[in-house]
């Protein structure tokens, strides 16, 4: 069974960071991607960024692009979303997800999900 386990959230102001990590475990990873996801209260789940366990492919939404960056550590099968610049509107719960195959934006598309990890970013 996959689990997938999300921490470092917490309390920011705003232009501050963040480092969450996702740590996975059930299966060997490789040919699976795994995707970021975010909910604020009263709005939908939104994308925020993805990619392979490679690494080889990345995506983020356009409003993270240039502020978070995904990597990876395959020995632990951990992947961190470094978030900088964080704004008040960044303030969700984060929630990780794992597909088989490439990326994707598409909450659906997604098998797995972690139980989430709260980011507030005050002003």
């Known amino acids: 069974q996959v689990q997938l386990v999300e921490s470092g959230g917490g309390l920011v102001q705003t232009g501050g960071s963040l480092r969450l990590s996702c740590a996975a475990s059930?299966?060997?990873?490789?040919?699976?991607?795994l995707g970021w996801f975010r909910k604020a209260p009263g709005k939908d789940q939104d994308f925020v960024a993805a990619?392979?366990?490679?690494?080889?492919?990345?995506y983020y939404s356009d409003s993270v692009k240039g502020r978070f960056t995904l990597s990876r550590d395959n020995a632990k099968s951990t992947v961190y979303l470094q978030m900088n610049s964080l704004r008040p509107e960044d303030t969700a719960v984060y929630y990780c997800?794992?597909?088989?195959?490439?990326?994707?934006?598409?909450?659906?598309?997604?098998?797995?999900w972690g139980l989430g990890t709260q980011v507030t970013v005050s002003s």
């Open positions: 059930g299966r060997t990873f490789t040919n699976y991607a």
């Open positions: 997800a794992d597909k088989y195959g490439g990326g994707s934006s598409n909450r659906y598309a997604y098998s797995y």
């Open positions: 990619m392979t366990w490679s690494g080889d492919v990345t």
